[in-house]
């Protein structure tokens, strides 16, 4: 049982760390270069890009949320459950901004459902303003699994 509770420690510390990472490049290198879209510049640099993330996410997080349920069992009746608790908590919070908020602004702009590049540019703003969500609620996950694994303690002796 050791060896699964690392391994399912340290996947949810490897998925946490691409989301929190993806959202941070995100943040300071494409959302400066996001500002100034068209309808002609933007399949190439929103569609692309956001259409890789979703199919990779959709990949990487539901792993996640079982990895946090396993560590969650696993921790019950240690005060440690809160951290894993956070981490399920975190991973759900991410999903329900990016699949309920996000994806339907993703696919209006991907389908040109916008009047002009005004509205694009709105449309942008507000997913960026969500997106800045995520980009501090995975950075609070990135810290939360993280501090689970330092109060675990010597990983090869605290999951043996």
Not at 44 to 58: D, N
Not at 85 to 97: D, H, K, M, P, R
Request: with cysteine; hydrophobic share 55%; net charge positive.
């Amino acid at each position: 049982m050791g060896w699964l509770l690392l391994v399912t420690a340290l996947y949810f510390l490897f998925g946490a760390t691409l989301y929190m990472g993806t959202m941070w490049v995100l943040k300071f290198f494409l959302y400066p270069t996001w500002r100034g879209l068209t309808p002609e510049t933007e399949p190439v640099h929103f569609g692309i890009p956001t259409l890789a993330a979703t199919k990779f996410f959709t990949v990487v997080v539901p792993p996640m949320l079982l990895a946090g349920i396993i560590l969650v069992v696993s921790e019950w009746g240690s005060p440690r459950v809160w951290l894993a608790w956070l981490c399920v908590a975190g991973i759900i919070y991410l999903t329900f901004i990016g699949q309920v908020l996000i994806i339907p602004i993703n696919k209006k702009i991907r389908g040109g459902e916008y009047a002009d590049v005004a509205e694009l540019r709105t449309l942008l703003l507000r997913w960026m303003w969500l997106n800045d969500l995520r980009f501090y609620g995975s950075t609070v996950l990135w810290l939360v699994v993280v501090a689970y694994l330092v109060v675990k303690g010597s990983l090869g002796e605290a999951f043996a």
